[in-house]
């Protein structure tokens, strides 16, 4: 059995079935912004904020259901999901305050959605990262070209 120091302290990981969640992802990711893909081209900014909203919730259900491999508290006690969209609320908090001037527009506000889904994409390759770095430089390689084909999905035309 391959030996992560975070993932060894758990005696129940199932690498199999890790290492097939992991090779999902990728696909996931890219049929999820093919389909927003169909609609936003025809959104406002608010609705296109809805959009990004509900892809940052699939990456907020991709990286839970990494974390659930590693061991029972791991993230500071919290539950999973809380902890994750805490990380991406202060995201959201730092941003904003990069770009926000005295008032708030929707295009900024657009801005910094896509700029927290970038931060989701890149927490979810950092733990597959975390997970795989020591066990399978292979697959972590494999996975890394599959999952920047995916983010590369986000940013082409619709056809």
Known sequence: MPSHPAAAQSTNVDWSQLTELARC???QLAAAYAHEHKQVHTLHAGQQEEAVDRLIGVLVTM?????????????KEKDLEAFFRGYLANRQAWRSLLVHGESPNPIK?????????ADAEDAVADTVAAIFRGNDRVMLNLWTDWWSEAKAVRDRPPQ
Do not use: N
Not at 63 to 68: H, P
Not at 109 to 117: G, Q, T
């Open 63 to 75: 990286w839970t259901s990494l974390a659930r491999y590693y061991p029972a508290g791991h993230f």
């Open 25 to 27: 992802l990728p696909t």
């Open 109 to 117: 506000a657009l801005e910094v959605k896509r700029a927290v889904l």
